[in-house]
């Protein structure tokens, strides 16, 4: 097999692995509680940890990649990934489950920031369409396919098998990238920017940090006003240290290209409406329509299936369709799919959301080729690796900040429902009707207050807030496509310099060893 096939072979491995762990713990949740004896703040860092250590070191791992070599930068973040997983799998309490959550977040962070420039050095002209719709159906049926994997693996061999089963793919992907990958790097690498470095993870770690907790520790609060604050400080000064750095960690002239701009805008829409929404309909199948994890994992498939079979056909589309075409069209069609879902009841089943699934699952295949396609065409070459980590920040931010953002509404919505339909509930009631709806109240008890008529009104008020979301979600979706088709232009590509293959810039060297 070609070197370049298996490139894409690697990457898309590791990107399987990336994001299925991001949606396949929620499942495991239950299990981990009850072997763990872990309480409500211990569940919520077992996801929080791996995406904000994701998120804080995502550009630092794309700056390094540009700089140290991008396979190097990728099996190193393989071998981080692959060793945590182990000790999540091993931990018998959960303070070590979490600080080995943020450990795999820092070793994804090296293969997630690194995988678009690694397609994107291998492949050129039409194959280079091809492999990022192969790449985008990856990314889109990881995403989706999560939940119904982790039910599967959770039910069949217990909790601790979603972590140990990275262990020997992890090990035997890390040996294929040292044989089939060479490590490119800039011929002249410029020093590592470590003021910027540092203020710019710091920043974004306080910031996700911030949004994550804002709803159970309140906005108002003096940790999450600090955390916020914090955020805006150092993000200030790191814009001022790339402005007079020689050499910056991120060149800010890049947001002076509309385009740039576009790409992020897309990336973040799609992250923060419809991948942040995942959460909410995992528990909206579990705690109201009273499935199984399993059960409900399944009913992801329409979604799952049409993502894999679009994202190739999209990729190959855009030597032909401009990509704003395919990005503001995709993202515009998942918002019509979140409409299609809007509107359900306690009494709905779950193909009340089937018509919005196909549609929601056909824009996400449009769009997510396109996103990889054009994060690395705007940039130089040899700033590929800084193109794609921005680019799958935005993604991350955009899950964090949706899942945060989404959660707060949602609550909100919830409690008014809740003491609208029930005046004399007692505080707290509401926070865990949003945990989970009639199931996550079956065994509570309110003065006056029947468990029939309890359940009831938990399922009214959960479908209230669910609803309030999907529609916040639609509009995000409406607005990043806007945005995807009138910043994306192809004058704002990188033109190859001489031949097709060779893309302008600097000087690049390949190391075999």
Known sequence: ?????????????????????????NVALPDIQRE????????????????????????????????????RVFTIGFGIFTFASLLCGIASDPTLLNLARGLQGIGGAGMFATSLALIGQEFHGKDRA???????????????????????????????????????????????????????FAKDPEPIDFPGLVTFSASLFLLIFGLIRGNPEGWGSSLILACLIGSAALMAAFIAIELHSDHPMLDLSLFRKRA???????????????????????????GVLDYSPLQAGLRFLPLTVLGFIVAPISGALSNKVPIRVLLGTGLAVVGVGLLLMNGVSPDSTWTTLLVGFIFAGIGIGITNPGIGQ????????????????????????????????LGAIFQS?????????????????????????????????????????????????????????????????????????????????????????????????????
């Not at 703040?41 to 990649?65: E, I, N, P």
């Not at 505080?427 to 865990?432: D, I, M, P, Q």
């Open 1 to 25: 097999m070609e070197r370049k096939w298996w490139t894409l072979l690697l990457v898309s491995i590791a990107t399987f692995m990336l994001l299925l762990d991001v949606t396949i713990v």
């Open 36 to 71: 763990l004896h872990a309480s409500l703040s211990s569940l919520q860092w077992v996801v929080d940890a791996y995406s904000l250590m994701l998120a804080s070191f995502l550009l630092t791992a794309g700056s390094l990649g540009d700089r140290l070599g991008r396979r």
């Open 130 to 184: 091809t492999a990022f719709g192969i790449w985008g159906a990856v990314v889109g049926g990881a995403v989706a396919v999560g939940p119904l994997v982790g039910g599967i693996v959770t039910e069949s061999f217990g909790w601790e098998w979603i972590f140990f089963l990275n262990v020997p793919i992890g090990i035997v992907a890390m040996v294929l990238t040292e044989r089939q990958i060479v490590n490119v």
């Open 260 to 286: 740039f701009n576009g790409v992020s805008a897309v990336a973040f829409a799609l992250s923060g409406g419809m991948f942040a929404l995942f959460l909410y309909l995992t528990i909206y199948m579990q």
């Open 374 to 405: 054009a994060a690395i065409a705007v940039v130089p070459v040899e700033k590929s690796g800084m193109g794609s980590g921005i680019n799958t920040t935005f993604r991350q931010v955009g899950v964090a900040t949706g899942v945060a953002g």
């Open 413 to 513: 919505r919830v409690d008014s429902k809740l003491s609208e339909l029930l005046p004399h509930a007692p505080s707290g009631l509401g926070e865990l009707v949003a945990s989970g709806g009639s199931r996550a109240v079956a065994t509570a008890h309110v003065a006056g207050v029947t468990p029939g008529r309890l359940g009831r009104a938990a399922d009214i008020a959960f479908v209230s807030g669910f609803n309030s979301i999907i529609l916040i979600a639609a509009i995000l979706s409406f607005v990043g496509a806007a945005l995807g088709f009138l910043l994306v232009r192809s004058e704002d590509f990188v033109k190859p310099a001489g031949a097709p293959s060779e893309p302008a810039g600097e000087p690049v060297v390949e190391q075999h060893g």
